[in-house]
């Protein structure tokens, strides 16, 4: 990944640590063979980090942005024949609306 894109050490040291969480995460479930994996395992994996890590929504997008981008270099290097993460999709992030201060309050600031 950096020689591709040049990206920061911590970047490189944050996808390193998340491909290892998912790496156990298949050996878990008995799975050795990166040609078998497939869109529902990946998915499990999602649900699995969601409830046993306690990760909200956005630390969820990212993990997936990285799984995607995993498979997608293993198989621009034919190191796999199949993408299983083609059909996931990363959810849009849901903007929250500021607060907004009442006109008393900007009169008492």
């Avoid at 020689?3 to 050490?9: G, L, N, T, V, W």
């Avoid at 995607?68 to 190191?79: M, P, Q, R, V």
């Amino acid at each position: 990944m950096k020689i591709e894109k040049i990206a920061s050490p911590s970047t490189i040291y944050g996808y390193n640590k998340e491909l290892n969480k998912f790496f156990d995460f298949l050996s878990y479930v008995n799975i050795l063979d990166i040609n078998l994996i497939s869109t529902r395992i990946i998915r499990q994996y999602f649900y699995y980090a969601k409830d046993n890590r306690g990760l909200g929504q956005s630390s969820i997008s990212k993990i997936i942005a990285i799984i995607k981008s995993f498979f997608n270099y293993l198989e621009e290097e034919d190191i796999t024949v199949k993408n299983p993460t083609r059909k996931i999709r990363v959810p849009k992030k849901i903007n929250k609306i500021p607060s907004v201060m009442s006109k008393y309050e900007v009169d008492d600031y």
